[in-house]
Structure formats: C-alpha cells, structure tokens
C-alpha cells in the first residue's frame, strides 16, 4: 500500500498570497496517477488536480499541480477567500487499495 | 448535470447491517465505475470499495473486505453498500462517487454523503 504524507499540517496564509502545499508518497507513483482534492466544511471532496498536473473541469488556473516519483506540489499562486478549505492528495494507480493522504487544512 | 444521492445510512447496534444506496443522475450512469469513500468524524479520507461499470471487477479495501458487499443496478441507475458486522470504527460519512475512467482514474463527482454510526 502507497502511504501519502503531506505537509504541512496547516498553512496559515492571507488572501493575495502563493500556497504551496506538498505530498510525498512511500514509493513511486505509476504515470502520476495523482490527484487533489479540496473539501470545504460540511461537504463532499471536489477533484481539482489529476494526473499530478491537469485541472478538472472548472477549475481555474490559478492552481496547478506539479511532480512526478514521490514528491508531487499543490500550488495556488493567488488566493481567494473561497481557496480557504481542506486539501487531500490520492494516488490512485493500478493496483489497489487507493489512498489518500491526511490533509492539509489551508486557513485565513 | 451529474448527480449522486446517498440514502440509506443511521444508528446501528455494533454487529449489525446497514444497507447504504446511491442514485445516480445528469450521466450514463452504465458507463461508468463507482467507488464508496468514507470520513469518520473529524478525519481524513478513506476509499472502501470500487466496482466497474458491468461489475466485472470489484475491489475492497482490507478494512472491509470479508464485511461489506458493493453491488450495482444500472437498470435503476444504483450503486449499493450491503455493510455487515459493524463496527465502532466503521462510524463514518459514506460518499458514493463517479470514477472518471478504468480503475486507476479518480473519483470526479461525489455525493453529499449518508451519515452511518455504529454505537450502542
């Protein structure tokens, strides 16, 4: 099983201002089979990154996703008061189980 | 639009069965694989099962396996969680959600979640 580490914990940060945000993974990822995820309070994750560096749909290009191996970047370059949430990296590769890392709480 | 609606969750004993359903919408719901995702409370996430689209393949994760059941209907446009002997840790917010390709794709578009807790 590919164990996610992400860091930090929580980014305290201001409106304006670049995030970055890491996820490091136990062992290589196959074809950065990696996505983010933001969650906001109350409720359901919402896909913003996969394959380590392609937005979903939607999503503006203000966040970009970088990396490759075991060490992929969740950069947004300009936040907005509506980037203030939760954010998970998942690796999701060919064999199972899919995991996700533990967090990272991004606050005003 | 693309929809997914959980229903089926509650208050269950330790050792009982729940039977979680999600109603799919706005897609051709037969074209595509589903995944359930849980969050206990206050946690992180945490993905339980995926089925494909003709439920060919199915996987679990270990902390289910042997215990909950995912099965699908596309005919009613349904993915299901049949979860038996129930623990305190399998207290959670369960997410029905899309996988946008085969297996090795992410989830795209997720329910709002049905709340199951596990207590006596």
């Known amino acids: 099983e590919i164990v996610l580490t992400q860091s930090p914990g929580t980014l305290s940060l201001s409106p304006g201002e670049r995030a970055t945000l890491s996820c490091r993974a136990s062992q290589s990822v196959s074809n950065s089979y990696l996505a983010w995820y933001q969650q906001k309070p109350g409720q359901a994750p919402r896909l913003l990154i996969y394959?380590?560096?392609s937005r979903a749909t939607g999503i503006p290009d203000r966040l970009s996703g970088s990396g490759s191996g075991t060490d992929f970047t969740l950069t947004i370059s300009r936040l907005e008061p509506e980037d203030f949430a939760v954010y998970y990296c998942?690796?999701?590769?060919?064999?199972?189980?899919?995991?996700f890392g533990q967090g990272t709480k991004l606050e005003i | 639009e693309v929809q997914l609606v959980e229903s089926g969750g509650g208050l269950v004993q330790p050792g009982g069965s729940l039977r979680l359903s999600c109603v799919a919408s706005g897609f051709t719901f037969s074209s595509y694989s589903m995944s359930w995702v849980r969050q206990a409370p206050e946690k992180g996430l945490e993905w339980i099962s995926y089925i494909s689209s003709s439920s060919n393949t199915i996987f679990y994760a270990d902390s289910v396996r042997g215990r909950f059941t995912i099965s699908r209907d596309n005919a009613k446009n349904s993915l299901y969680l049949q979860m038996n002997s129930l623990r305190a840790e399998d207290t959670a917010v369960y997410y029905c959600a899309r996988v946008s390709g085969v297996y090795y794709s992410p989830e795209d578009y997720w329910g709002q979640g049905t709340l199951v807790t596990v207590s006596s």
């Open positions: 394959g380590a560096s």
């Open positions: 998942q690796q999701y590769g060919r064999s199972p189980p899919k995991t």
